[in-house]
């Protein structure tokens, strides 16, 4: 069974701080990564995916991919409260349009 | 998002009833995808199409059908609804293209409630 893993949180954090958000993947032959952020009662919305090892920004937001630990992190510089919601994390596997999701992270960001 | 629209967007429903969940799209995009959203369990697919008259089944497609006759609508149904598929309905697509560049896109859900 292909998983993708993270924590559920509450992960709570100052406005201001960086909020670190982790997911990782048992199917080593996963090609890209996906960040969703989820507001109660809405939709997932893309915040940015990757697919190569290393950093890769966008704004307040660095994912980071690490292949060989299986390990795929967002970043969030400078929380604001409006950040608050939850994260999900998604996998793509080898020659596949199809996703696996985690179950989510939820983010707090307290003022 | 990228032009998908759900209807209906709150259904109530009595078991055993059939129920047809539709997702509209504007982008021309190739793939289409339902999901199923429940506390504790995520997202999990249901069914993708991938063109018109091709799909295929996903991790929970046990009592749930599908159909694509053309590329912009891809529809859900529940051919006799049970308390169990009492959930959050999302609809996605994904254009074509090198897989590694493109995202899916959801639409805004569908609440249904299978009393």
């Known amino acids: 069974q292909k998983e993708v893993e993270q924590n559920s949180g509450p992960l709570s954090v100052p406005e201001g701080a960086i909020a670190s958000l982790n997911c990782t993947y048992s199917?080593?032959?996963?090609?890209?990564f996906f960040w969703y952020r989820q507001y109660s009662g809405k939709s997932p919305e893309l915040i940015m995916f990757i697919y190569s090892n290393g950093d890769k920004e966008d704004g307040r937001f660095t994912a980071q991919l690490n292949k060989a630990s299986q390990y795929v992190s967002l970043l969030i510089r400078d929380s604001q409260p409006s950040d608050s919601a939850t994260y999900l994390c998604?996998?793509?596997?080898?020659?596949?349009?199809?996703?696996?999701f985690g179950t989510g992270t939820r983010l707090q960001v307290f003022p | 998002d990228a032009g998908i629209t759900q209807s209906p967007r709150h259904k109530v429903t009595e078991t055993g009833t059939p129920v047809t969940l539709r997702c509209h799209q504007t982008?021309?995009?190739?793939?289409m995808y339902w999901y199923r959203q429940d506390p504790g369990h995520g997202l999990r697919l249901i069914h993708y199409s991938y063109g018109v008259k091709d799909t295929d089944k996903g991790e929970v497609s046990d009592g749930y059908s599908v159909s694509r006759s053309k590329t912009e609508d891809f529809l859900l149904t529940l051919e006799s609804a049970t308390s169990s598929q009492t959930s959050v309905y999302f609809c996605a697509t994904q254009g074509g293209g090198a897989r590694e560049n493109q995202p899916q896109h959801f639409g805004d859900g569908t609440r249904l409630s299978i009393l």
């Open positions: 199917d080593r032959g996963s090609q890209s």
């Open positions: 998604a996998a793509r596997g080898y020659n596949t349009d199809k996703l696996i």
């Open positions: 982008e021309n995009h190739r793939y």
